[in-house]
């Protein structure tokens, strides 16, 4: 199993805390499909006065690992402090990097990516890079300390599976033992094992499953297309070819017709 | 003054629908708040008003559709003005899926094309390409349906009287109630030092008010990150709503919550650009973890909370459910804790 920061986990699954019915409905997502990885965006307003206290609780009820994210933030000023902020109510220096460019495709903004991931692997944080399929990209942010890279599938809540597959297939062989998470644009359990079996380490999804209309069947189903598909990676899949081969030798067959 | 039956604490819609209700049938009692009569200090005064359980349904579970259903009814046997013109669901086109979806999830609407938007919203017109009608749901006012409330308890002598938290005093009247239960917690958030899973969900919202637009009924406009709605309350007012983030903050709306909200309602129609803002709101709502009611029994305590965002929607059906307890026994299906 792949290590993330040294930290091997018991699923390659990683589920989103936001957008359920009810937390009730999240717990048993959770529970169900055993992800081990849980997401939390973190408000600056809910920090303070320990405002969401109530929901705090509840996600470290879950007993699975918490990666904070600074999803929402625009710079990176802002995304620093609301990981600082992240740090001290979550107690783990793991932050989900998110730096906004674009309000409408939610696209990553690879230069304040960049620039944000400095200066929080400098001040010892362990950085989880949203980014996009592009290697120099990776290349900088890899530069920049980040030991894991979370590059997208399609733009984040579009349920559009791996749009480009070339350029994800590219970053894979790229960097073969970089561990990588697919992270955001999944919407069907088939585009989870069909990152899976790429090579990716891990996925990490949230509108797919908490948008269904049953939150916690859905993430079964993707806890097992996940597994589907490492289990298919890791079985040394057959090459495609062009030309049929039967799969029984015809030579030496008893009767023919 | 004779020793009540029941004290009542949390003026709020659980509250004095309670009240409204024990009073009907006979049972005399007193109720407390810390602040008095409804007003800013409660999540209530907030409240959008949308009697509308069938677009509930979208995310809340059956109970709440089921018991919704109650609401409409009650409020108007109360003399509430309660307006049966049904709930309009939209999306812009290109969130066209959420619509889908949408309906996918609910039940009890009618379709309706671009060409049926503005026969049912005049001003409407053109902003749509088709949207989800749900003709049997209603809206109140909140403010004026607590106001009809308080001066019905007042009419029997029952005034909201102030009482800082649990400071009141005692009732031990014997008077025969069939339970134990003599004092009746709705305090809403403020219980959560006696229910560790109570949490406070935060609702920002907007009063507006427009020259340029009318609307006969709530429409809410879907959209993946910022769905919205819009609730007439007469004279070019509306009520705009509503945020719903995971903080117990009571106390500040943030910038970008009034600017999403503005936005999305900017969206749904540019003339909405020149109303004027009359009242920033917010607050929390009280909610168990599935945001569901409870009702709970500790000896002669009953609680009765977690309505999160479905106050004016299941206060009546929470009303009759305690109601039917105390004077019967009949234990509620909201209840999931009785040490009586």
């Known amino acids: 199993m792949t290590a993330f920061y040294g930290v091997e986990l018991p699923t390659a699954f990683m589920l989103g805390t936001a957008q359920y019915p009810s937390p009730a409905i999240l717990g048993a997502a959770f529970r169900e499909s055993a992800a081990s990885v849980a997401t939390v965006s973190v408000r600056r307003e809910a920090a303070g006065a320990q405002a969401g206290e109530g929901f705090w609780r509840l996600i470290r009820d879950l007993g699975v690992h918490v990666l904070p994210n600074t999803a929402g933030c625009y710079s990176p000023g802002e995304a620093i402090t609301t990981a600082k902020m992240a740090r001290e109510l979550f107690e783990t220096d793991w932050i989900k990097l998110e730096v906004i460019g674009h309000s409408d495709s939610l696209q990553p903004d690879p230069f304040g990516l960049v620039e944000a991931a400095a200066s929080l692997c400098r001040d010892g944080f362990k950085v989880f890079p949203y980014t996009t399929e592009d290697l120099v990209l990776a290349d900088r942010l890899l530069d920049a300390g980040c030991e894991v890279l979370m590059p997208w599938g399609a733009p984040i809540g579009t349920g559009l599976g791996l749009v480009n597959p070339y350029g994800l297939r590219s970053l894979r062989a790229q960097y073969p033992d970089v561990p990588m998470v697919i992270d955001a644009g999944l919407g069907l359990p088939s585009q989870a094992a069909q990152a899976m079996e790429m090579g990716f380490d891990a996925l990490l999804l949230n509108t797919a499953v908490a948008k269904a209309g049953d939150p916690v069947a859905m993430a079964v189903a993707f806890a097992k297309a996940i597994e589907a598909g490492k289990l298919a990676r890791n079985a040394d899949p057959m090459e495609p070819r062009d030309m049929a081969a039967p799969s029984t030798p015809l030579i030496g067959k008893a009767f023919l017709q | ?340």
């Not at chain 2, 309906?103 to 989800?132: I, M, S």
């Not at chain 2, 999305?264 to 803002?277: D, M, N, Q, R, V």
Request: charged share 25%; glycine share 10%.
């Open chain 2, 1 to 340: 003054m004779t020793e009540p039956q029941i004290t009542i604490v949390g003026g709020g819609v659980a509250g004095l629908c309670l009240a409204a209700e024990l009073a009907e049938r006979g049972v005399s009692l007193r109720i407390f708040d810390r602040y008095g009569r409804p007003a800013k200090h409660g999540c209530s005064w907030w409240a959008g008003g949308m009697l509308a359980p069938f677009c509930e349904s979208e995310a809340a579970e059956e109970p709440v559709v089921r018991l919704g259903q109650e609401a409409a009814g009650w409020w108007q046997r109360h003399n509430v003005n309660v307006e049966r013109n049904g709930s309009l669901v939209l999306a812009l086109s290109r969130d066209g899926g959420e619509l889908d979806r949408y309906a996918r999830r609910t039940e009890q609407y009618e379709w309706v094309d671009a060409d049926g938007v503005p026969v049912l919203e005049p001003d409407l017109a053109g902003r749509a390409q088709r949207g989800l009608f749900f003709p049997t749901e209603a809206h109140l006012s909140p403010r004026d349906a607590l106001a009809c409330l308080v001066g019905e308890l007042e009419s029997r002598n029952i005034t909201i009287e102030t009482a800082d938290g649990l400071d009141f005093p005692d009732n031990d009247n014997e008077a025969a109630l069939p339970t134990k239960v003599r004092k009746i917690d709705c305090r809403g958030l403020s219980a959560s030092d006696a229910m560790q899973d109570l949490r406070g969900v935060k609702g920002e919202m907007l009063v507006i008010r427009s020259a340029d637009i009318t609307l006969s009924r709530p429409v809410r406009l879907l959209h993946p990150r910022i769905p919205i709605y819009l609730v007439p309350r007469g004279d070019g007012v509306f009520m705009l709503g509503a945020t719903q983030i995971e903080s117990g903050n009571r106390h500040a709306a943030s910038v970008r919550s009034v600017l999403e909200l503005l936005s999305a309602a900017y969206a749904l129609h540019p003339a909405f650009g020149e109303a004027e803002i009359l009242e920033i709101g917010v607050d929390a709502r009280p909610a168990f973890p599935d945001n569901l009611p409870r009702i709970r029994c500790r000896g002669d305590w009953l609680y009765v909370n977690g309505l999160f965002r479905h106050g004016f929607l299941l206060a009546p059906a929470m009303a009759r459910m305690t109601a039917d307890y105390l004077l019967s026994g009949q234990i509620p299906e909201v209840m999931d804790e009785n040490l009586n």
